[in-house]
Antibody, heavy 121, light 107 residues
Framework: QVQLQESGPGLVKPSQTLSLTCTVSGGSISSDSYYWSWIRQPAGKGLEWIGRIYISGNTNYNPSLKTRVTISADTSKNQFSLKLNSVTAADTAVYYC?????????????WGQGTMVTVSS | DIQLTQSPSFLSASVGDRVTITCRASQGISNYLAWYQQKPGKAPKLLIYAASTLQSGVPSRFSGSGSGTEFTLTISSLQPEDFATYYCQQPNGYPRTFGGGTKVEIK
């Protein structure tokens, strides 16, 4: 059974870089069937897609964050990562990693439990 | 960006009620529409994809319909475990976008 688990610092200072990792267990991130995304949710608010990566290295980003975001993958560790630079309090949110595929017409069929990141000095 | 407008944003209903949530897209997205259920402190859970296909393990009281710009999620007989927030999402274009959510609460 494939599972996703987010990890990283829960507190980041303003203007610094938020770095999170999603570890995939029970399956391979190298599968050519899947795309791997980051999604966030500020407290009490809706969901915002940040971007995704395919194993070829191809990435897609939300234009609203594109200048600050990098998503990468490490196949040797079966992980993919998010870096968001120049953070402000507006970046405080629960961050989820998720999977999509053509099997589900690119809906997110699998999610991590989420990790809370607070931006504060 | 493709905007998704959900209505209502809040719904108060009783156990056994039939509930319908609507999601309207700002442009046609064929059947590229998914529905998720989210409970407090938990990640969203996929209920329906391709507008009307029930995800494995999801109770049959959930159903989805629509195509193009108008979609609906129906719960035929609301159960206590269904009180949650529901989101639609479009995987047709970039960026992927979500509706604003519909919170279903107990009347």
């Amino acid at each position: 059974q494939v599972q996703l688990q987010e990890s990283g610092p829960g507190l980041v200072k303003p203007s610094q870089t938020l770095s999170l990792t999603c570890t995939v267990s029970g399956g391979s991130i190298s599968s050519d069937s899947y795309y791997w995304s980051w999604i966030r949710q500020p407290a009490g608010k809706g969901l915002e897609w940040i971007g995704r990566i395919y194993i070829s290295g191809n990435t897609n980003y939300n234009p609203s964050l594109k200048t600050r975001v990098t998503i990468s993958a490490d196949t040797s560790k079966n992980q993919f990562s998010l870096k968001l630079n120049s953070v402000t309090a507006a970046d405080t949110a629960v961050y989820y990693c998720a999977r999509d595929s053509a099997d589900y017409l690119y809906a997110f069929d699998l999610w991590g439990q989420g990790t809370m990141v607070t931006v504060s000095s | 960006d493709i905007q998704l407008t959900q209505s209502p944003s809040f719904l108060s209903a009783s156990v056994g009620d039939r509930v319908t949530i609507t999601c309207r897209a700002s442009q046609g997205i064929s059947n590229y529409l998914a529905w998720y259920q989210q409970k407090p402190g938990k990640a969203p859970k996929l209920l329906i994809y391709a507008a009307s296909t029930l995800q494995s393990g999801v109770p049959s009281r959930f159903s989805g319909s629509g195509s193009g710009t108008e979609f609906t999620l129906t719960i035929s007989s609301l159960q206590p475990e269904d009180f949650a927030t529901y989101y639609c999402q479009q995987p047709n274009g970039y960026p992927r976008t979500f509706g604003g959510g519909t919170k279903v609460e107990i009347k």
